[in-house]
């Protein structure tokens, strides 16, 4: 997974940004740097709501309304397969230990031992006893 960890290495101090770099947009381009193609690729764009205000992402309900489920968890499960075991080596990563959004949780990807999720700082790395749900490539 040389490839996971070149990516991770090029975005360790790049802070999240809503729509451009965030956990599904840095999720889903570490997948593709994986496996040749996006988990999300069409979703990227369809969470977000543009305003007078600027971009902001849309809310509970709303997400429901888009995408037709009533959970993070459940959509994720019609593209992936989920797992309930300690999280492998890029395995998709969900938690609600660290900063939370309008789906109750932060995405991430398994990177052995720990878990890289975004921060407004750069990466932030999770012991895999933190993390809440894992899914694989199917």
Same mark, same amino acid.
């Given at each position: 997974?040389?490839?996971?960890?070149?990516?991770?290495?090029?975005?360790?101090?790049?802070?999240?940004?809503?729509?451009?770099?965030?956990?599904?947009?840095?999720?889903?381009?570490?997948w593709r740097r994986?496996?040749?193609?996006g988990w999300a690729?069409?979703?990227?764009? +369809? *969470?977000?709501?543009?305003?007078?205000? $600027?971009?902001?992402?849309?809310?509970?309900?709303?997400?429901? &309304?888009?995408? !037709?489920?009533?959970?993070?968890?459940?959509?994720?499960?019609?593209?992936?397969?989920?797992?309930?075991?300690?999280?492998?080596?890029?395995?998709?990563?969900?938690?609600?230990?660290?900063? +939370? *959004?309008?789906?109750?949780?932060?995405? $991430?990807?398994?990177?052995?031992?720990k878990c890289a999720?975004? &921060?407004?700082? !750069?990466?932030?790395?999770?012991?895999?006893?933190?993390?809440?749900?894992?899914?694989?490539?199917?």
């Amino acid at each position: 997974m040389k490839a996971l960890n070149d990516y991770l290495r090029e975005l360790k101090d790049k802070s999240f940004e809503w729509g451009r770099h965030d956990c599904l947009t840095f999720t889903n381009e570490a997948w593709r740097r994986m496996y040749g193609f996006g988990w999300a690729d069409d979703w990227i764009g +369809r *969470y977000m709501l543009e305003t007078e205000y $600027g971009s902001r992402p849309m809310g509970r309900d709303r997400l429901k &309304s888009e995408f !037709g489920f009533f959970s993070l968890p459940q959509a994720i499960n019609t593209k992936l397969v989920p797992v309930d075991r300690t999280p492998p080596r890029g395995a998709l990563v969900a938690t609600t230990k660290t900063k +939370r *959004y309008a789906t109750g949780y932060a995405l $991430g990807i398994s990177n052995g031992l720990k878990c890289a999720f975004l &921060s407004d700082k !750069g990466l932030k790395y999770l012991p895999s006893e933190d993390i809440d749900k894992v899914w694989i490539n199917r």
